[in-house]
């Protein structure tokens, strides 16, 4: 079993829509949350971070974590066709606490 | 600020080849990081350093792969010799690293490798 578990799409959506990408994980030590987006041929880029358990809303984007059930969101409103590109989580925490695991990606599209 | 640089960007090689991957960190970033990125795959640490001393290389294959960090700066990754399972972008990445806090790692845009 994947340390960290993440739908790898592709999921094609409509401008416009509420965009759901999760993750779930094993590891009770994990205490930090990442997302990050890549785009094709780029290194991935933060976008947003969670400590522990709870919300944090960035703009358009809100992150929430839920270390009960091991499992993270990100959600996406009014999406747009930037948007399109691969979402990735990323976590780290307890022993060897800057270490990133991350997820496999979800591969986004928002048509126009 | 100039982010993390990598070069070269792409790299095609017969397998059994040697080849070798350079990465200029962030100006004071004290560690760095090379992660591997088969393609459909999240990325994958290889190795961590905290200034030029090793910090994790425990999912690094050294019995073809080796990483240095002379003076603390800049990264060059190795691969002798190449295996076609190989094939994959190596990103580095680097973040200022001081405590076992949480520190944002920036990444560098990757090296293409693909191992014919």
């Known amino acids: 079993q994947k340390e960290v578990e993440q739908d790898p799409g592709p999921l094609s959506v409509p401008e416009g829509a509420i965009v759901s990408l999760n993750c779930t994980y094993s590891?009770?030590?994990?205490?930090?949350f990442m997302w990050y987006r890549q785009y094709s041929r780029k290194g991935p880029e933060l976008l947003m971070y969670?400590?522990?358990?709870g919300n944090k809303e960035d703009g358009r984007f809100t992150a929430q974590v839920d270390k009960s059930s091991k499992y993270i969101s990100l959600f996406i409103r009014d999406s747009q066709p930037s948007d399109s590109a691969t979402y990735l989580c990323?976590?780290?925490?307890?022993?060897?606490?800057?270490?990133?695991?991350f997820g496999q990606g979800t591969r986004l599209t928002i048509n126009p | 600020e100039a982010g993390v640089a990598q070069s070269p960007r792409y790299k095609i090689i017969e397998k059994r080849q040697s080849v070798a991957f350079w990465c200029n960190p962030i100006?004071?970033?004290?560690?760095l990081y090379w992660y591997q990125q088969i393609l459909g795959q999240g990325p994958k640490l290889l190795i961590q350093?905290?200034?030029?001393?090793?910090?994790?290389d425990s999912q690094l294959p050294k019995d073809r792969f080796s990483a240095e960090r002379l003076k603390g700066v800049d990264s060059t990754l190795k691969i002798q010799p190449a295996k076609l399972e190989d094939s994959a972008v190596y990103l580095c990445?680097?973040?200022?690293?001081?405590?076992?806090?949480?520190?944002?790692?920036?990444f560098g845009p990757g090296t293409r490798l693909t191992v014919l």
């Open positions: 990323a976590m780290s925490g307890g022993q060897g606490a800057q270490k990133l695991v």
């Open positions: 969670t400590y522990s358990s």
């Open positions: 990445a680097s973040s200022l690293g001081v405590g076992a806090s949480y520190n944002e790692q920036f």
């Open positions: 590891n009770s030590a994990f205490q930090y």
């Open positions: 100006s004071g970033h004290a560690t």
């Open positions: 350093f905290q200034n030029n001393g090793v910090v994790d």
